[in-house]
């Protein structure tokens, strides 16, 4: 990917009020082409347009219901947070990750979180090394 189409990635991505859009509702809404791999009523996963192993995948809930970023969780996302991982499993098993693979969920500006829409990494394909980062 170029840079200026890195950059209009990243400026799409930074933080907005709750339940504003991100670049991830443009995906959901196919306004914005991704490498779907894994689609039903409640998630979608998409290739990372930056892998940082050789599988990068980014799973995320269709409804974001406020749930914009971990710290928001509240008892109501319960359900929408476990189904993530599961879907999570179920990818890594159609990758072919038997091995292992990383499940990671960055978590504000500290964290490294670019888009606030809470989402899933699941990466694989290569050793994972630790710390992570």
Same mark, same amino acid.
């Given at each position: 990917? $170029?840079s200026?189409?890195?950059?209009?990635?990243?400026?799409?991505?930074?933080?907005t009020?709750?339940?504003?859009?991100?670049?991830?509702?443009?995906?959901?809404?196919?306004?914005?082409?991704?490498? &779907? &791999?894994?689609?039903?009523?409640? $998630?979608?996963?998409? +290739?990372?347009?930056?892998? %940082?192993?050789?599988? !990068?995948?980014?799973?995320?809930p269709k &409804?974001?219901?406020?749930l914009? +970023?971990?710290?928001?969780?509240?008892?109501? !996302?319960? =359900?929408?947070? #476990?189904y993530?991982? /599961?879907?999570?499993?179920?990818? $890594?098993? %159609?990758? #072919? *990750?038997?091995?292992?693979?990383?499940?990671?969920?960055?978590d504000?500006?500290?964290g490294? %979180?670019? &888009? /606030?829409? *809470? !989402?899933? !990494?699941? *990466?694989?394909?290569? =050793?994972?090394?630790?710390?992570?980062?």
């Amino acid at each position: 990917m $170029a840079s200026s189409e890195k950059d209009a990635a990243l400026s799409a991505a930074a933080p907005t009020a709750d339940d504003a859009p991100t670049i991830f509702d443009k995906i959901i809404n196919k306004e914005i082409p991704s490498k &779907v &791999v894994y689609e039903d009523a409640k $998630a979608l996963a998409f +290739r990372d347009i930056s892998p %940082q192993a050789p599988t !990068h995948i980014i799973i995320i809930p269709k &409804v974001k219901d406020g749930l914009t +970023r971990l710290a928001k969780a509240e008892e109501r !996302h319960i =359900q929408v947070l #476990g189904y993530l991982m /599961y879907i999570a499993k179920v990818i $890594a098993k %159609q990758e #072919g *990750l038997e091995d292992g693979y990383r499940v990671v969920i960055n978590d504000g500006p500290s964290g490294c %979180q670019s &888009v /606030y829409h *809470l !989402h899933v !990494h699941l *990466l694989g394909g290569r =050793q994972m090394n630790w710390p992570p980062g």
